[in-house]
């Protein structure tokens, strides 16, 4: 099933326009593709009676990578205890059985495809230091200090820290998912959420 947007994130855009006349795209336009795919996803999941898979992984919820109403739309998210290095290892070993997964799938470079020419590099360190950082962090315990002497950078460190701790909010509207690791989001992972907390 194929269901273009171009017309609606047109009609969005215009209806928006007089409110977003001065001020340059950003990553609200981007936003508001991945929101307009989520409803039409919700519309077809009411309609039917499909139940939504939320397609964002460990990796990219811990850091607030996903868009509310949008990508993290669904009724369960399959991946939510998944890192990204863990998905590629997973999709590797299923096409080591039986090709089922497009080479195209895993050999890319992850993307959003919110703009031309977007990668997940643009705005994330790669994922295989992403996910040291969330494992030391998240699921170990472990302090800012403690991980840099794993000999991590700092500045990407200190970065990725703050991006998790800011995403709270985030990932407590997140649908229910899978737990795989000792410590997965939701009951084993809270931060607060008001008072601007700092961890």
């Known amino acids: 099933m194929e269901i273009p947007i171009d017309e609606v994130f047109g009609a969005y855009l215009e209806a928006l326009s007089p409110y977003f006349e001065d001020k340059p795209r950003d990553v609200t336009e981007e936003n508001l593709q991945a929101r307009i795919r989520g409803k039409i996803l919700m ?16 990796s990219e919820m811990s850091v607030g990578y996903a868009t509310l109403y949008g990508d993290m739309a669904g009724g369960f998210a399959v ?14 070993f299923r096409n080591s059985r039986a090709k089922v997964i497009p080479e195209s799938m ?14 997940d590099q643009d705005t994330l360190p790669p994922y295989d230091i992403l996910d040291k950082i969330i494992e030391l962090y998240c699921v170990q315990n472990k302090g800012y200090r403690q991980i840099i002497g794993k000999g991590l950078d700092s500045k990407v460190v200190a970065d990725v820290i703050r991006r998790i701790d800011s995403s709270e909010y985030k990932r407590r509207q997140a649908p229910p998912g899978p737990k795989i690791s000792h410590r997965a989001f939701g009951k084993d992972w809270r931060l607060p ?5 700092k961890g």
Do not use: C, H
């Open 106 to 119: 895993i050999s890319r470079e992850p993307t959003a495809e919110l703009k031309p020419g977007q990668k």
């Open 79 to 92: 991946l939510k205890d998944i890192s990204k290095t863990l998905v590629y290892r997973l999709a590797k």
């Open 193 to 197: 959420i008001t008072n601007r907390y």
């Open 43 to 58: 519309a077809l999941s009411n309609k039917f009676g499909w139940l939504v898979l939320t397609t964002g992984n460990k």
